[in-house]
DNA sequence: TTGTATTTTTTGTACGTACATATGTCAATA
DNA sequence: TATTGACATATGTACGTACAAAAAATACAA
């Protein structure tokens, strides 16, 4: 559990970077922040003290206690440094490096260049990442939402960057509260797809494994639905097997539990994405669960993953590099004041046969 | 009047100063100090942490309060935001998702925080990373150096994070006017196996294509020349054909130029690195130079696009991934005040056979 | 209206108490 | 002899009281 003042001391740093508190503004008494806080007078004093230490406040004996001048004028010091940041969940894993070497090509071919940090989906991490390039300076900002399907702490970060005039574009999914341009593959067309794909080839008994903290996973969910709908198949609950970030690292398990339990009553499965479809490759080898004899599967996004395994996935595009790219663009036209830019870009997903489904009788 | 903590502080910085208190050593307890000095546990605690604060002394909850080694003296800002800077040449290109990939993961397991600028090879966008790096506030740094066989002319940089005690360590090569730690593949030897290993196969008029701005292509063309040296084979420069990161654009033209001159004089080729390995490859193609029938190649660094394209490169190994997490582990030790890391570490490659070498009878 | 004195407000120094948490030491046990 | 658990020690968090010192606000006199 975080100690108080560290509760204060980010409370009023915050406020500091969002521009609620701005430069050279006096902040509230440290009596006035005991009674908004319902704190001692000691543990106001260590938040200011530790936030005048680092140059965010400076107090002034019978006076009060003042933003200090630094961090917005080091903003505008950046103004022209052509550097665009890039927040995306991973870096390295699964399509992200496409998305990035679209971004990148796209921003060193305008010699602009690029700023990355990432958040392994984690709000406190995304709001790091934040401040970093906000107090620095960026002159755009590319963003991957954080758990795009829940409440988002850090929605006043990005008003930070919409008032001070800095465009940023989400990517894969958008934060719904905000009025924020983003480019997205169609999720609920590509899980369409693929639960289409699976009922024309005679499935009927169709599971799906759903990501419940990203936006991405409700549409798939949705386009799921979607398909059984249109082909008059029973949407029924105990056929999902959901998870979030935090419950990842339980899917195997959670994997082989639900698989062993469904053996007689799928035939086949809608994954949430190209790793998930892998995993339960790996618990079917597992359970003896031969695919796509016994269970036809079909993965999303057309990772790399999905092509360099022993068995290659069924699968439906992801837009990737070219999204990567198009963002990217979006930010440099903005910076060059060009009118006119879309305010929501979707990508149709296209299937790609692979080796894991089978066609029924 | 000087307050009371003042007092305290300054004949506690005095005693350490003079080495009463010697590095590393434990001073009294915060209660002996009472009464030492006469005064409250509350006047005791703001003398320590105004000390800590400029880096002569460090608490340790449990334990006691301990002299500083001196070069940690202004790690105090940003001391817990956990970020780790990392500055490389390209981000999605060649080896260096591997390398990332590498210390992604290493800081990850450490609860680390990974913030990625690159340079394109370019001392500017060097120095702009740097600023970046260096006004945020990241707890250690892990480089790629830009041009390293040249001058770099943000070498004060560096001196600056070490003036402030940040550690950082160098990765693929180093900039040999500092003092500095760093993972780095033994390029000669790398150059060295390629060449000898085309000797082996009897190839006696071997070129090489190099790269003059990296101290990879230095020391590259040094194990090529050891080699040829060892086999009593003659250095001959008009077989070189030399390129840098300004003129790699027109690298495919000239290999053309320097491929169709030298048709009837080379039976192989050792490349500065896969990239140019294959670059060679599509320039043979186009002169309908056969490979490996009339020219027998080999890359360097067995990246991706070596394994990837239609034909199999022959290369040598490159650690990758693991410098990359080596790196990473180097600067987290490094925070946690291990001693005895190494200064330099070198990585011995391995040669991995492909299909573009023809043994001569 | 302006200048000066006084009072109020706000931060700075310094005393105290209490409990939480991490480390270090020592004794008991397997 | 090595390991574990209990206890002591030492720092960390957080509450409180009191007075000092500097700035701001107010009152009063010229």
Known sequence: ???????????????????????????????????????????????????????????????????????????????????????????????????????????????YSLLLASTNNDAAQEKKALEMMLSFGVNGLIVEPTKSNLYNP???????????????????????????????????????????????????????????????????????????????LQFQPEHVLSFNTETKGDLHANLETFLAENKEALTALVCYNDEVGLEVVTVCRKLGISIPDELSIIGQDNSYIAKTAN????????????????AADWIIKKLKNHKDLPNETYYQPVLIPGETIKKLE
Chains 1, 2 share one sequence.
Do not use: W
Request: hydrophobic content about 30%; glycine content about 8%.
């Open 154 to 232: 850090n929605l006043s970060y990005y008003l930070s960057f919409k008032a001070q005039g800095i465009p940023f574009v989400m990517i894969n999914a958008h934060y719904e509260e905000l009025e924020v341009p983003f480019f997205c593959l169609d999720d609920v067309q590509s899980s369409y797809l693929a639960t289409k794909e699976l009922i024309s080839k005679g499935h009927t008994q169709i599971g799906l494994i759903s990501k419940t903290d990203d936006l991405q996973g409700k549409y798939r969910m949705k386009g799921y639905i979607k398909a059984l709908g249109e082909y008059r």
């Open 311 to 326: 068995i290659k996935l069924s699968t439906l595009t992801h837009p990737q590099e070219q999204m990567g790219r198009e």
């Open 1 to 111: 559990m975080k100690p108080k003042y560290q509760e204060l001391f980010e409370d009023i740093k915050s406020k500091i970077l969002t521009g609620d508190y701005e430069a050279g503004e006096r902040i509230p008494t440290e009596s006035a922040l005991q009674d908004i806080y319902k704190v001692s007078r000691h543990t106001v004093r260590k938040a200011i003290l530790e936030l005048a230490n680092e140059g965010y406040l400076r107090s002034e004996k019978g006076s009060g206690t003042y933003v200090s001048d630094q961090y917005q004028a080091k903003s505008r010091e950046n103004a022209n440094n052509k550097i665009i940041g890039v927040i995306t969940t991973y870096i390295s894993d699964y399509i992200f490096p496409s998305i990035i070497r679209g971004v990148e090509g796209k921003l060193n071919e305008e010699n």
